[in-house]
């Protein structure tokens, strides 16, 4: 492999966990928000809530808990965790490749 092919993979890989990262973060941020009861008529707020709930949208709700922060915590937090988990598995792939 030459040395161009290399860097592509490692540009790649660190882009893919960039991406991982910024969406945990976002995730984590929310739920960070909804615990400490953030102003949801702050458009900050408001728009790290939507992005959140789309990110999450494949989990949230996925668990019944009575209280709604445990559901938040676990539908968003899951979803930060799978973002995490499969981003750096993908990108730690693209590095062993190289």
Known sequence: MSPRQRSGSHQAATIITVI???MAVILGLWI???LLEANRANSLVGFIQ????WLAGWS??????DDAWARVVAGYGLAAVVYLVVGHAVAGRLRRQA
Not at 60 to 65: A, G, M, Q, S
């Open 20 to 22: 991982a990262d910024v």
């Open 32 to 34: 960070l928000m909804y």
């Open 50 to 53: 939507d992005v959140a709930r």
């Open 60 to 65: 949230y709700d996925l668990f019944t808990f």
